[in-house]
């Protein structure tokens, strides 16, 4: 049973930087392509970044330029590094892995809030 744990969420000021860390246990860390999706009040959860297990990363166009998606493989732990923060980016972020070849081996996190406000 794969279990995901993320830290760094918080509140800062617009332009400000961030680093959200989701911790990866109970499997191979390898053997699972990685993504933080997020989810504000009333919306939709939406897909932020991916990582595959092979390093190739993804980005939402919102996003891209401003955040970086990277996975360690020594420490089973995927970053995404955050910066130039708008207030449209609050809400609460969640680590989510899945199985490079069973689709159904999905797990999520307990998510991380984030909050950009002067």
């Known amino acids: 049973q794969v279990n995901l744990v993320e830290f760094g969420g918080g509140l800062v000021q617009p332009g400000e930087d961030l680093r959200l860390s989701c911790v990866f246990y109970?499997?191979?860390?390898?053997?699972?392509?990685m993504g933080w999706f997020r989810q504000a009040p009333g919306k939709e959860r939406e897909l932020v970044a991916g990582?595959?297990?092979?390093?190739?990363?993804y980005e939402a166009d919102s996003v891209k330029g401003r955040f970086t998606l990277s996975r360690d493989h020594a420490k089973n732990t995927v970053y995404l590094q955050m910066n130039s923060l708008k207030p449209e980016d609050t809400a609460r972020y969640y680590c989510?892995?899945?199985?490079?070849?069973?689709?159904?081996?999905?797990?999520w996190g307990q998510g991380t809030q984030v909050t950009v406000s002067s």
């Open positions: 109970g499997s191979t860390f390898s053997l699972y392509d």
């Open positions: 989510e892995a899945q199985h490079i070849s069973r689709p159904d081996y999905r797990y």
């Open positions: 990582i595959t297990s092979g390093g190739s990363t």
